[in-house]
Nanobody, 126 residues
Framework: VQLQASGGGLVQPGGSVRLSCTAS????????IGWFRQAPGKEREGVAY????????FYTASVRGRFTISRDNAKNTAYLQMNSLKPEDTATYYC????????????????????WGQGTKVTVSS
């Protein structure tokens, strides 16, 4: 499966943006999806995860209540709705996929995923 992340850009603090992760080469409903981010000089961080059928989701603590991960398997697309954005959310965001169902201790590990998109940059600044 090939993944294409899109939707990044410049947004003011407190603003919102929705990222999309579109799959090609395979149907997305066979994969569990994770969103990661990497800020300059920092390690890649797991942000959110959604089970291939939806329903089971995980978030890192710093985004819980502000970000929402979702998917539309009919459109072969997963989303990350980001609200109440803060300057510390500035990063390049990546989507990733794995056919394995992940658990609380593994979803945020980059090594748990088999396929990665190219990343889309989000800059939160006034």
């Amino acid at each position: 499966v090939q993944l294409q992340a899109s939707g990044g850009g410049l947004v003011q603090p407190g603003g919102s943006v929705r990222l999309s992760c579109t799959a090609s080469g395979a149907t997305l409903d066979a994969y569990n999806i994770g969103w990661f981010r990497q800020a300059p000089g920092k390690e890649r961080e797991g942000v959110a995860y959604i089970y291939y059928r939806g329903g089971r989701v995980f978030y890192t603590a710093s985004v819980r209540g502000r970000f929402t991960i979702s998917r539309d398997n009919a459109k072969n697309t997963a989303y990350l709705q980001m609200n109440s954005l803060k300057p510390e959310d500035t990063a390049t965001y990546y989507c990733a996929a794995t056919p394995r169902s992940l658990i609380l201790s593994s979803w945020s590990l980059a090594g748990s995923y088999d396929f990665w998109g190219q990343g889309t940059k989000v800059t939160v600044s006034s």
